[in-house]
């Protein structure tokens, strides 16, 4: 040993190692940016007192719309709302199968089920981590109703292949756009291929309303009718009820949900949606320095984006492969987590979880991709809250965590 490594040892020895952020700073993964227009927004919702649906919803609704290039959009209180809504307004019920990722949040598995249907999961192709349209050819059946895209972590799916299989065999197209706001394919908005487009604004989403969601669609008739289910099946007319143009009766035409928007949530969207490309400019910036700052370490970053689409920068996801770091994902996690960097798993593979084992006897090994990944991945803060000391706390607690 020479004399800087006895003295190094020696440091280390009576130092105690402190994690690469100060205890007190946790960084929160997915923190989001609100601003003082969301402040004022949601203040004057309180002392007008249109808390619930009222313009705030509807000024939502037309400035998405129009952000989109979409015909019609109807706010709802959640992503998991909108896309239960789109399955039913799509006729989708009993006796139907439904096709979508096995590399998903739950909530798209979930309301396939709710609708009645049967859910049949596709692996994914492991450089995009969407779903892989060759597989979604091959289990087509006679029951086969609709697909249902994930635009992961805001790269969009393969919308040629999809759509041709989709107009090839009669299917509808659900596009779930969780993580899609800005993507586009081609110089489309993701949310305009199919049937409906469903989006959500969660806290950590690219847009947030703290919860919330929008569907998209091109038919007048559907809109209705999701407009219909989303408040207690009541006619389109009760949405007057939120108007200032006095009592209104309103008639029960199908027994709906209860999944509307309020003032209050839309207030912070309206100005969400005002600073989109600015927070999406800085996600863009904060990935490309985590792309050449970890090029060189043993883990797997995302491919780059695509020619001709517009990646949305929602998540940026590593996978950290055991063989490579002698470290498993999770003790990454916990060591991160020590050096109070909060991270986050998008996802465990649908078929490890027990629900849908007992239900639908999945086999994760059936789905090599999406178990692989869903073991390794990671995801990295990349929100437009953060500092450049954050990326920069972000970096150091990677490189010591993998010992580089
Ligand atoms: C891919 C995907 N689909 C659906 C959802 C459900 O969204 P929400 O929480 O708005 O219901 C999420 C939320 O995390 C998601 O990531």
Redesign the pocket.
């Known amino acids: 040993m020479d004399s800087t490594a006895i003295s190094a040892a020696a440091a280390s020895e009576s130092e105690p190692i402190k994690p690469v952020r100060a205890s007190e700073e946790f960084l929160i993964f997915g923190a989001p940016l609100i601003c003082e227009e969301e402040e004022r927004e949601i203040l004057n919702s309180l002392r007008t007192g249109w808390l619930g649906t009222g313009p705030k919803v509807a000024q939502l609704e037309r400035e998405f719309r129009e952000y989109k290039g979409a015909a019609h959009a109807v706010a709802v209180n ?4 909108a ?1 239960h809504l789109s399955m039913l307004a799509a006729d989708i019920g009993p006796g139907d199968e439904v096709m979508t990722t096995a590399l ?2 739950c ?2 598995v979930n309301t396939i089920i709710h609708a009645g249907a049967k859910p049949v999961l596709v692996d994914v192709d492991p450089t995009t981590l969407n779903i892989d349209p060759e597989e979604v050819a091959a289990k087509i059946t006679s029951r086969t109703k609709a697909i249902v895209p ?1 635009h992961f972590a805001g790269r969009p799916c393969d919308m040629d292949a999809l759509v041709t299989i989709a107009q090839r065999h009669g299917l509808k197209i659900i596009e ?1 756009c ?2 899609a706001v800005e993507t586009t394919y081609k110089g489309r908005p993701a949310g305009t291929f199919g049937s409906f487009g469903c989006f ?3 806290a950590t989403k690219n847009m947030t309303t703290g ?3 929008m569907i998209l669609t091109a038919d007048e008739k559907d809109a209705d009718r999701v407009k219909i289910l989303a408040l207690h099946g009541m006619s389109k007319d009760a949405w007057q009820r939120f108007s200032d143009a006095g009592y209104k009766h309103y008639y029960v035409v199908e027994c709906g949900y209860k999944y509307n928007m309020m003032d209050i949530q839309a207030a912070l969207g309206i100005h969400q949606l005002r600073r989109i490309q600015k927070n999406w400019e800085r996600r863009r910036e904060i990935w490309a320095i985590y792309q050449s700052e970890f090029a060189s370490l043993p883990l797997t970053v995302p491919a780059p984006p695509d020619e001709g689409t517009r990646h949305a920068y929602h998540l940026y996801t590593v996978l950290i492969d055991p063989r490579r770091t002698n470290l498993t994902r999770d003790q990454f996690i916990a060591d991160m987590t020590t050096e109070n960097i909060g991270v986050g798993v998008h996802y465990q593979s649908i078929p490890v979880h027990p629900y849908y084992q007992e239900r639908f006897g999945w086999r994760p090994e059936d789905y090599p991709h999406s178990l692989r990944i869903g073991e390794q991945t990671v995801s990295l803060p990349l929100s437009p809250k953060l500092t450049e000391r954050d990326v920069a706390d972000v970096i150091r607690a990677v490189r010591k965590v993998l010992h580089h």
């Open positions: 959640s992503c998991t709302a896309l998903t949040f909530a798209t994930v779930d969780a993580h959500s604004f969660y919860e919330g969601g």
